[in-house]
């Protein structure tokens, strides 16, 4: 039992590790970085992610660690696929997964677009009635439709939300995932066929159809091949393996150290780039999906070993276990909440979805606040959704048969 708790520990502190990154990366790093390098306005590589990719690579070994550090998306999909349990059948997990994630985006895609508008038009800083309309269509994927990969369409002030298509593209990718997984669990080469399959997929994509489909459907193959990725890691033990970790042991060392340095020397040589959402790999077009896939397993067995390590901090770790247990919620709330605490001391532009004028003090502030708040928000709102649920069970439970 003592094991099982163990190994359960460090993926919530790894998702820990990776959405307080993309916080940071979001709210500081991304104006930090291009202040320094430029001592210009800034660039966010969520409204123009070219232009971010330029200013990140003026100083090179900061672009490495980002772009290194940006694979960590890819660990979130791992995770889902290494925690996949064979058995329950399409029907089961579909409802199990996708209904979690269609109702936070409609919530952020409908509710949280409202509430900032009428926060701004209090405060006297409404976008528009555009921009709100435009918050929706963001929201439920369908800005940009049939618009080539690399055309930008412009982000909404009020639609804070910066994770979008990530969570889309979860939800396609749980659609091709929990259609295969029970067909291919246990079966290495079939599972495998499967995988480098979903990437020949998403680079035929990439290469004779690169346009952005509604809801993020394109990004699917490449998604659920990464959940088959940690579904294949987790039939073969591999965070327990490293969990396992002796300070003693060689073959502990050489497996972390090797996986580090083929990080460096991949993202050194092929690198990723921050554009996963353009479906932007590497310099090879869509045939960098292969690197990018091998980048992105190394960076996981990295990312594990630093879990791990953490974990023997006692207050890092439980903040960061804290952290990865609600990660879905800061994914989806950061962007707004740091926007609804902006807003009375900026103005926003239809320049960038969060304000350049910004210093790195205030910047850090607002990024430590919004972790903390939205982690209160995915509590209580969590605590809310678990009390209708029984109360209806109880009321079900009372009424008389017929």
């Known amino acids: 039992m003592a094991e099982s708790s163990v190994r359960l520990k460090t993926p919530d502190i790894l998702k820990g590790i990776l959405i307080v990154a993309i916080v940071f990366v979001h709210l500081v790093i991304s104006r930090s970085d291009a202040m320094s390098a430029g001592g210009g306005p800034s660039v966010d590589p969520v409204v123009d992610p070219g232009a971010a990719e330029e200013v990140v690579a003026s100083v090179s070994v900061g672009s490495m660690a980002i772009q290194a ?65 435009n918050a929706f269509i963001w929201g439920f994927g369908l800005n940009g439709v049939f ?31 929990y259609a295969l997984a029970d067909r291919i669990y246990g079966n290495l080469k079939l599972s495998v066929a499967a995988m480098v399959a979903l990437f020949v997929v998403t680079l035929l994509l990439k290469v004779f159809f690169p346009v952005k489909l509604p809801m993020y459907c394109q990004m699917g193959p490449v998604m659920a091949a990464f959940m088959i990725m940690g579904m294949i890691l987790a039939e073969h033990r591999v965070v327990e393996r490293i969990e396992a970790f002796s300070i003693r042991s060689s073959s502990s060392w050489l497996l972390f150290l090797g996986s580090v340095l083929a990080v460096v020397v991949l993202v050194f040589l092929f690198p990723p780039g921050l554009e996963f959402d353009y479906m932007s790999f590497g310099a090879f077009g869509g045939y960098s999906v292969f690197i990018y896939a091998a980048e992105a ?14 974990s023997k901090i006692i207050g890092l ?68 959704i678990k009390n209708l649920r029984s109360e209806r069970t109880d009321k079900v439970r009372s009424e008389p048969a017929r």
């Open 69 to 133: 550090l940006y694979l960590g998306l890819m660990a979130f999909l791992m995770i889902s696929g290494y925690f996949f349990k064979p058995g329950r059948g399409f029907v089961l997990n579909m409802r199990k997964r996708s209904i979690q994630l269609v109702l936070a985006l409609a919530v952020c895609a409908v509710v949280i677009p409202i509430i900032l508008y009428v926060w701004m038009a209090i405060l006297g800083k409404a976008p528009g009635l555009d921009d709100l309309v």
């Open 317 to 384: 770790s439980t903040a960061f276990n804290v952290a990865g247990q609600h990660s879905l919620g800061i994914l989806l709330l950061h962007g707004s909440v740091a926007t609804f605490m902006a807003v009375p001391f900026y103005d926003f532009t239809h320049g960038s979805w969060f304000p350049d004028e910004m210093g790195l003090v205030p910047s850090l502030a607002i990024a430590v606040a919004t972790i903390v708040v939205c982690i209160a928000i995915s509590v209580l709102g969590g605590r809310y």
């Open 147 to 177: 618009e080539p990969l690399d055309v930008f369409t412009e982000h909404p002030i009020c639609g804070g939300c910066v994770g979008y298509y990530f969570l889309w593209g979860m939800v396609w990718g749980f659609v091709i995932f």
């Open 297 to 310: 397993l190394a960076m996981f067995v990295v990312y594990v070993h630093f879990s791990l390590l953490l």
